[in-house]
């Protein structure tokens, strides 16, 4: 792929982090890329927004030291010398007044045991079925698929599954625990607490999220002859053996080959106007949805929370995070609700009133909320997850929903982006 006029010429269908990804592995292969992008931001389902003229985002992510695809793209976007954006810090769930558990440095899975033998909150016969669970957790590979996590941790105390198991199923699957899949749970209790003590570090962007990973990644592709879409939404797909052909509303072009990294509720439009890619469209079509509710609170910027996050109980929301800590934006928090479904009317009210019972911020100036509808799909049993290939062999998947053993995150995104150009290229 040394010869300008031999270079594949490639469309990336999608500028979330997935298609990111994709497009910048591609074009530091070689290869010609456009990426295509029907909003004006790029980031797709973790973009930067602006509110009262302030750039926020649509949601709070968080990462784990285990997510090493995701934390490799971002250090290898940004300048050697400086930061990647992201604040790492050990593992700490903390909701007061009731429960505390922190993280020593301990190799793993020691440092988890000692962390739960350690909380704040739990008795001592909590403490020990905690350990013994997590304990069986980390040491058996298999778990039925049809399992909920509900079911997974029945046998645990109530206090522990609301305290613990519970709230850490809905922040990383974004599913309620009575339908979530307690395989998908359990890879990721694994991948945080059964590989290395760092793999459990929370990562907290310090930049806004299209600034963390897709805006700088869109830039080195354009710096290396690619090019970058923004509001054009692809309505055409046709392939043949030759080429894939896209329409916009401006142009028909035909690529070698083309990424379609749309999120999931996208796909099944695009997948039926090309026979090949009939199944996945309907397995994806059969999925549900989650909402993910986002409260922006303006207090007085000398306030801050005694940490950058804490965990939020009785109320919709389920943490607060300190954008004044993490980003500079002083006085400012970001409380979040994840699986938002029915929210009542007056949730904003019902989730301030929840972090007015652990400190006091003083009056709100102002107040925003963002509901992503379809923010992640539903992690449940037995759902069908398709390949990064598909049966047509000029046209591969990237998203979150392909084929991995984490939920819907960013290191499920960006790995599949990488995967499948990956695969792309090993084609040619």
């Not at 009317?345 to 107040?367: K, N, S, T, V």
Request: hydrophobic share 45%; with cysteine.
């Amino acid at each position: 792929m040394t010869s300008v006029s031999n270079r594949p010429r490639v469309a990336v269908v999608g500028g979330g982090w997935a298609g990111c990804a994709a497009a910048l592995t591609l074009a530091e292969a070689g290869a010609a890329v456009t990426l295509f992008e029907a909003a004006r931001t790029l980031g797709g389902r973790a973009r930067t927004v602006e509110l009262d003229g302030q750039r926020l985002d649509n949601g709070q992510h968080i990462l784990l030291g285990a997510y090493r695809h995701a934390l490799r793209l971002t250090e290898r976007v940004h300048p050697a010398g400086t930061q990647s954006g992201l604040w790492r810090l050990p593992l700490v769930l903390d909701q007061p007044p009731d429960f505390r558990l922190a993280c020593p440095h301990l190799p793993a899975p020691l440092h988890l045991l000692a962390g739960i033998l350690g909380a704040r909150g739990l008795g001592w016969r909590d403490k020990l079925a905690a350990a013994r669970w997590a304990r069986a957790a980390l040491g058996t590979a298999e778990t039925p698929e049809e399992q909920t996590v509900s079911e997974l941790t029945c046998g645990q105390p109530q206090k522990l599954r609301a305290m613990l198991w519970h709230p850490l199923c809905v922040a990383a699957l974004n599913t309620p625990p009575e339908i979530a899949s307690a395989r998908v749970f359990l890879d990721v209790i694994r991948g945080a607490f059964g590989g290395s003590a760092r793999a459990s570090d929370l990562l907290l962007p310090q930049r806004e999220l299209s600034a963390l990973f897709p805006e700088p990644a869109a830039a080195r592709v354009i710096e290396l002859g690619g090019e970058i879409r923004l509001a054009s939404r692809v309505t055409g797909l046709a392939a043949s053996r030759h080429g894939v052909t896209l329409s916009t509303r401006d142009e028909t072009s035909t690529y070698s080959h083309v990424i379609l990294a749309v999120a999931p509720q996208h796909l099944p439009a695009l997948a039926a106007q090309v026979a090949a890619l009939e199944p996945a469209g309907r397995a994806v079509a059969r999925y549900r949805y989650q909402p993910i509710a986002t409260a922006y609170l303006q207090y007085d910027p000398d306030f801050a929370l005694a940490g950058p996050m804490l965990a939020l109980a009785n109320g919709p929301a389920q943490f607060a995070f300190d954008r004044g800590r993490s980003h500079g934006q002083r006085g400012l928090l970001a409380l979040v609700a994840s699986a938002a479904t029915n929210l009542p009317a007056d949730w904003l009210d019902r989730a301030e009133a929840q972090l007015r019972r652990i400190a006091d911020p003083g009056p709100a100036r102002w107040r925003k909320r963002i509901v992503e509808k379809q923010a992640t799909y539903s992690c449940v049993p037995d759902m069908v997850r398709p390949p990064v290939h598909t049966p047509h062999p000029r046209i591969f998947l990237a998203g979150d929903y392909t084929a991995g053993p984490y939920p819907a995150t960013l290191e499920s995104a960006t790995w599949s982006g990488v995967q499948s150009a990956s695969s792309l290229l090993e084609t040619l």
